[in-house]
């Protein structure tokens, strides 16, 4: 009968750790019973518990207190309470690196690894190997051998794992022992045989002919541990993925034999690895992949889950692989492991064919409630990859998903859906209005202000452009009347930007906006007043430029311009252009007047690569009057190869008429210093080169700058892009490698590098425009020119847009760099600055027939950057 605990048992602690509240010197004075004569086992075996505890808990023990109790502990060997010996042994292992003067048990710990009661020589063997360092272990090498090949598997076993630890300090001693090791290797018990192909691997995984020996041999003679089976196909497939090897090695022919073995452990242990081996193809997948499905429908949960989490990373890579195993992934949608369950649906989504996805769809339906939000966001992740694979089924996974959306849920998982609905809507402009709608209901009930402010921002950048943009202004509105200060704030942002782009609309977002003009915030009221006034004046470049498309510099720049400027007072007005840009991807994470952060922000803002670039320049004499730096190359070039005896690689830095090339010089030679270390360049094109900034001294492997300045083409403008030859100049002093001493004298010598190409992308900045057209409009068409190319080397538009993206250097808008499929006309825009802070757009069409013709048209405030765009085009 069981015991009825009442409250007052409860409150004093019934059934807690005993060991809870254990004091490390009240057991310490505790030990002191170990010398009392007669010995108490049961005693003594609780203290020495109390002991591990309070060591395995972190306690820490001071090596005299920790030493002093080691010494009690050993006059325990008088006793032979089998249950006190053990924790004796125990004892010395925890304590065997804490305590001085351990060794004095190895006489004890010798006597019982060679008596003959058998359940103490395996502890004995791991307590003495413990305790035992390289300068000691040749005295026990002896018994260590004897102990390997014993007739008892558990000291066999003990003496094998023990060898195991003491490769790691003494390597060539246990070498010694592989004999004895391989006749364990051949033992009927399966443990000891697992324990000696380890030691064996271990020796020689060095050697990989002896590893490849090893395994042939196996695949001979074959083993009686399934636990040695796994471990050897880890080595085999560990041997194959190093030799890069094909799969007619002998190796891969051992681990497919192991997919016919009779223990389900080695045919699982062989199936991962065939999955896991790279480059493997779906032919060479196929037997793998048929034991797994026999997996499937096994009767242990550990085999399916096993089974079906293996297919799940096979369809990742090869899901046609897995299309034959879909009926018995479908039976397991229906396994009461939910886990299990989960994972079939999430691998049918990715194999499943495009007739299978409204059946798919209900039966996820039927326990999607049952899940955990973790498992959901899995489902959700691998219905997005579906959406982009089926995009005429769009409209079944849209409602599926809004489904989903409606129901009880955490941030993380909503979150997952939006994206998911918000990457349907940019991919498929027919499901844009369905999605837009899907969204706007959910907002009605968002209890995420991140969420809601997202899809206020996506409403305000894309409802505009929808057939019937006023259904929409109803649920932004009630956001202003309904929601909390951050979320009202979106809500009128994304009003402005429908204003900004329908003049039927202006009417009514102004009489909106009025009544926001009293919110009770400030960001609110303030957003309200300024997009009013911009509204007022109906001018589109004022839209574009301070609604849709906003500011595109760093704001940490502003933010440090803007206190400088307040600094050093000036009758000059502040110039925007001397703030660097913002690059793209911030300008794509930047949910611009969308959100207030809540997040109080630091005193400091961590200073950009760019500024960093700024300072250092700014403190060399010579470049003092170039003005505010406007790009660096996002990765220095190198020069030389990695090994060479000089290392240089090379930052171009952009300003408004000049360049600077800095290079950053190491040398690799440890009996040379060089002194006066320049870069002489001959340019191709009409830069030309005003001053050397050499390094004053490079010793051995301490890296050093020096720099290049050059005036950018005047007579020639458009020809920006050249060719440089660069020379590395410097005197040499030879040194004493030991203490770096240099010669006095020293002898001037060069070093020819790489040439160093500077192209049209080094002089335009990546921005991003949210609103191509109304840019487009800002800019104007004063400047428009416009020319056709025939791009005779490229045979498909997506080659032509990366290849146009990449040298142009410019920022692709509204994921124009995304081709459609079966499509032989493409429009690409792109979006940058031209270098002094100038707008440059260019509209590129492309029409695909036996090769791609190009029409590129470019537009700016001045002449020059459009002169420039076509003729590096041409």
């Not at 009930?445 to 929808?466: N, S, W």
């Amino acid at each position: 009968m069981l015991k009825k605990f009442d409250k007052k048992d409860e409150e004093s602690g019934g059934g807690s750790n005993p060991f809870q509240h254990l004091e490390k010197s009240a057991v310490l004075q505790e030990a002191r019973v170990f010398n009392e004569t007669p010995i108490n086992p049961r005693k003594c075996a609780h203290i020495l518990t109390k002991i591990l505890y309070l060591i395995n808990q972190g306690e820490h023990l001071g090596t005299t207190e920790a030493t002093e109790a080691f010494f009690a502990m050993t006059k325990l060997f008088q006793s032979n309470d089998p249950t006190l010996r053990r924790m004796c042994y125990l004892t010395i292992k925890e304590m065997s690196c804490i305590a001085e003067d351990v060794i004095i048990v190895t006489s004890s710990l010798t006597k019982d690894m060679t008596g003959k009661e058998d359940n103490y020589r395996g502890p004995a063997v791991r307590a003495l190997c413990q305790i035992t360092d390289s300068t000691m272990l040749q005295a026990i090498e002896r018994y260590m051998k004897q102990a390997i090949v014993d007739k008892v598997p558990s000291v066999s076993s003990s003496a094998l794992v023990s060898s195991l630890h003491l490769l790691k300090c003494s390597f060539d001693v246990v070498k010694r022992w592989v004999n004895e090791a391989q006749e364990a290797a051949s033992s009927d018990n399966i443990m000891v045989q697992y324990h000696a192909l380890g030691l064996l691997y271990h020796v020689r995984k060095n050697d990989r002919l002896a590893v490849n020996k090893m395994i042939s041999k196996v695949t001979r003679h074959g083993l009686k541990s399934p636990f040695a089976y796994c471990m050897m196909i880890r080595v085999a497939s560990k041997q194959l993925e190093e030799e890069d090897g094909s799969r007619d090695s002998p190796l891969f022919d051992f681990i497919e034999s192991c997919l016919r073995n009779k223990h389900e452990m080695v045919v699982y242990e062989a199936a991962s690895a065939i999955v896991n081996l790279p480059g493997c193809s779906a032919k060479e997948l196929a037997p793998a992949v048929s034991v797994l499905q026999l997996f499937c429908s096994s009767p242990k949960a550990a085999l399916r889950y096993a089974a079906v989490r293996t297919l799940n990373k096979v369809a990742m890579k090869h899901p046609s692989a897995v299309t034959a195993c879909n009926l018995d992934l479908e039976n397991l949608v229906t396994d009461s492991n939910r886990s299990i369950a989960t994972l079939a649906i999430t691998t049918l989504l990715k194999t499943g064919s495009e007739s299978s996805i409204d059946r798919l769809m209900k039966q996820i339906s039927s326990f999607m409630s049952e899940i955990s939000d973790e498992f959901k966001v899995v489902v959700v992740q691998a219905i997005s990859a579906l959406c982009q694979k089926y995009p005429r089924k769009h409209a079944v996974l849209m409602n599926f998903l809004f489904t989903m959306l409606r129901e009880e849920g955490g941030f993380e998982y909503k979150r997952a859906i939006v994206d998911c609905i918000i990457s349907i809507i940019e991919e498929n402009s027919e499901s844009k209005e369905t999605g837009l709608s899907h969204l706007c209901e959910f907002i009605e009930d968002c209890e995420f202000t991140v969420l809601a402010t997202r899809i206020l921002h996506l409403l305000g950048q894309e409802g505009p452009k929808t057939t019937n943009p006023s259904k929409y202004i109803r649920f932004i509105y009630n956001r202003v009347v309904l929601e909390h200060e951050e979320v009202r704030a979106g809500a009128v942002s994304a009003l402005a930007k429908f204003g900004a782009q329908n003049e039927e609309m202006l009417p009514s977002i102004l009489v909106l906006l009025k009544r926001c003009v009293m919110d009770d915030d400030n960001e609110v009221r303030d957003r309200a007043t300024f997009y009013l006034n911009v509204l007022e004046q109906k001018q589109k470049a004022l839209n574009a430029g301070y609604i849709l498309n906003g500011l595109t510099v760093s704001i940490p720049g502003l933010e440090r311009a803007l206190q400088q400027y307040t600094l050093e007072p000036s009758e000059k007005p502040f110039d925007l252009k001397s703030v660097p840009l913002a690059t793209a991807p911030m300008a794509e994470q930047r949910t611009e007047n969308t959100t207030i952060t809540a997040v109080k922000q630091p005193e400091k803002v961590a200073a950009t690569r760019q500024e960093i670039f700024q300072e250092q320049l700014a403190a060399v004499p010579e470049f003092r009057g170039l003005g505010p730096l406007f790009k660096s190359s996002p990765e220095p070039v190198a020069l030389t190869e990695s090994e060479t005896e000089y290392v240089i690689r090379c930052t171009k830095h952009t300003f408004t008429n000049h360049m600077v090339f800095q290079f950053d010089c190491t040398n690799t030679l440890n009996d040379q210093t060089l002194e006066n270390v320049t870069v002489q360049m001959e340019p191709t094109e009409a830069y030309e080169v005003l001053c050397y900034v050499p390094a004053r001294s490079l010793p051995y492997n301490q890296p050093g700058t020096c720099y290049t300045l050059v005036a950018l083409p005047k007579e020639d403008p458009t020809a920006v892009a050249c060719t440089f030859s660069c020379m590395m100049k410097f005197t040499v002093k030879d040194c004493d490698p030991t203490t770096g001493e240099t010669d006095d004298e020293g002898y001037e010598d060069e070093y020819v590098l790489e040439d160093l190409e500077v192209t049209v992308a080094d002089h335009i900045q990546k921005v991003m425009k949210l609103n191509f057209e109304a840019a487009w409009d800002e800019v104007g068409d004063e400047f428009e020119k416009e020319e056709t190319f025939t791009l005779s080397t490229i045979k498909t538009l997506e080659e032509a847009v990366g290849n146009i993206v990449k040298f142009l250097g410019m920022h692709p808008c509204e994921r124009s760099d995304k081709v459609p499929d079966n499509k032989n006309t493409h429009t690409l825009l792109l979006a940058g600055v031209f270098r002094g802070g100038h707008d440059i757009l260019v509209r590129s069409r492309l029409l695909l027939l036996d090769t791609v013709t190009m029409q590129v048209t470019a537009r700016s405030l001045e002449e020059l950057p459009v002169d420039i765009i076509l003729a590096s085009v041409g």
